[in-house]
C-alpha cells in the first residue's frame, strides 16, 4: 500500500512540475503573460517597399502575440552596416537582422554561390535551390555553429524583383563594364567576379551610395529594382539598366537562442507574420518596380535599358570559365556539383 501511495506521490509530482513549467515557464513566469522586445535591424529605409513589408511584418507581430511581442524596427542601418548587424545578431543584441542569405557567406561559404553574376538567374531556380538538402545543411551548420536561424520558408520573400545597375553612364555591352567604377558589397567573391568583368571595384556601405555617385567616386552600383526610387540614386545617376543579375530573395535571419526562447505561440505568430509579409511582396514587387520606372523616366529624366539576352549571355559566357576554374578548387563555396545544378 505504501508503495503504491509513493508511486502515486511521485508521479503526481511530476505532472503538478510539467504543468507548472507549460503554464509559467522555466523562469517561474506566467507564460501566457511573458512580453518580449525583439529589436530588428535593416538596411533599407522605411518608405521602399521592402521597408513597408518590415513594417507590416512587425504590426502583425504585435498583433498576432497580442501585444506580448513588441517589435523596433531600425532601418537605413541607424545600428550600422552589414558587419556589424550581423556581429550584434550573433551575440543577441538585436534579434533579428532582415536581408538576402548571401551575406551569410562569411560563416558559411556555400551562401556566396547565391549572388554570383549571372548563375541563379530565375525565380524559379532560386526557389528550387533554397529547397534544396545542400541549402538545408548549410541553414543547420549556420545555427549549430554560429546562433543564426533563418524565419519560414526561403525565397518567399521577393526582392527586386530583378536586378539592375544604377549609373552616370550608360553601360549597353561588355566593352562598357571596362573600367567603370562599380560600387561593391563585402564579397571577396561577387568582387571579383564583377573584376574579371573588367569593372573597377569599390568597396562602401549601400547607405553611401547616393554621395558616392553624386561626388563621382563611383560610377554606378547594382542593385535589385525596387530600391532604386527609394533610396533616390535617380538624383545622382540618370542611366537605369536590367540587368537580371541573379535573383534575390531575402531572409529574416534570428538570433537562435532568441527564438528558442519564445513561447509556440509566439513562434508561430512570427511565422505567420513573416509570410503575411512575403504574400505582401509577391503582389506588390512586380507592380512597385513598374511603377517606379513609369515615374523615374517620366519625372526624373531616367533613361531605362532593358538590355537584351545577347548582352546579358555575354556576360555569362565570360564568367562561367571563371566558376568552373572555381568549382574545380572549391572556391568561394562553389562546387562542381553546385555548378552541375545552377547552371
Known amino acids: 500500500m505504501r508503495r503504491k501511495r509513493f508511486i502515486l506521490t511521485i508521479v503526481m509530482t511530476v505532472t503538478v512540475t510539467l504543468l507548472f513549467l507549460t503554464t509559467w515557464g522555466s523562469n517561474g513566469v506566467f507564460a501566457g503573460s511573458q512580453k518580449f522586445t525583439w529589436r530588428i535591424a535593416t538596411k533599407m529605409p522605411p518608405e521602399s517597399t521592402e521597408g513597408q513589408a518590415f513594417s507590416l511584418f512587425a504590426r502583425r507581430a504585435e498583433e498576432l502575440s497580442n501585444g506580448r511581442l513588441k517589435m523596433l524596427v531600425f532601418p537605413s542601418e541607424q545600428l550600422g552596416d552589414i558587419q556589424t548587424s550581423l556581429e550584434m545578431l550573433r551575440a543577441g543584441t538585436i534579434q533579428m537582422y532582415l536581408e538576402a542569405a548571401a551575406n551569410f557567406h562569411i560563416y558559411v561559404p556555400g551562401f556566396d554561390v547565391l549572388h554570383l553574376p549571372y548563375l541563379i538567374t530565375s525565380r524559379e531556380k532560386l526557389v528550387e535551390f533554397f529547397a534544396s538538402p545542400l541549402v538545408e545543411e548549410w541553414r543547420e551548420e549556420l545555427r549549430k555553429k554560429y546562433g543564426v536561424r533563418f524565419l519560414g520558408e526561403l525565397g518567399k520573400f521577393v526582392r527586386g524583383p530583378w536586378r539592375c545597375l544604377i549609373a552616370t553612364k550608360p553601360v549597353l555591352s561588355l566593352q562598357d563594364v571596362q573600367g567603370l567604377k562599380l560600387r561593391m558589397f563585402r564579397s571577396e567573391a561577387y568582387q571579383a567576379a564583377w573584376e574579371y568583368l573588367g569593372a573597377d571595384t569599390i568597396i562602401l556601405p549601400w547607405t553611401e551610395i547616393y554621395e558616392a555617385l553624386k561626388r563621382g567616386m563611383i560610377e554606378g552600383a547594382t542593385s535589385p529594382i525596387g530600391l532604386v526610387r527609394g533610396m533616390k540614386f535617380y538624383e545622382a545617376a540618370k542611366y537605369l ?3 537580371n543579375e541573379y535573383s534575390q530573395s531575402l531572409t529574416f535571419a534570428m538570433n537562435d537562442k532568441n527564438w528558442e ?26 507592380k512597385e518596380a513598374e511603377v517606379a520606372i513609369k515615374d523615374m523616366v517620366e519625372n526624373e529624366g531616367v533613361t531605362f535599358i532593358w538590355l537584351p539576352n545577347t548582352t546579358l549571355n555575354e556576360f555569362k559566357e565570360k564568367l562561367m570559365p571563371l566558376y568552373e576554374k572555381w568549382a574545380k578548387e572549391k572556391k568561394y563555396g562553389l562546387t562542381e556539383e553546385i555548378l552541375k545544378v545552377l547552371r
Do not use: G, I, S
Open 261 to 286: 526562447e519564445l513561447p509556440p505561440d509566439l513562434q508561430k505568430a512570427l511565422v505567420q507574420a513573416y509570410n503575411e509579409a512575403c504574400e505582401f511582396t509577391q503582389k506588390v514587387m512586380y
Open 241 to 243: 539598366m536590367r540587368t
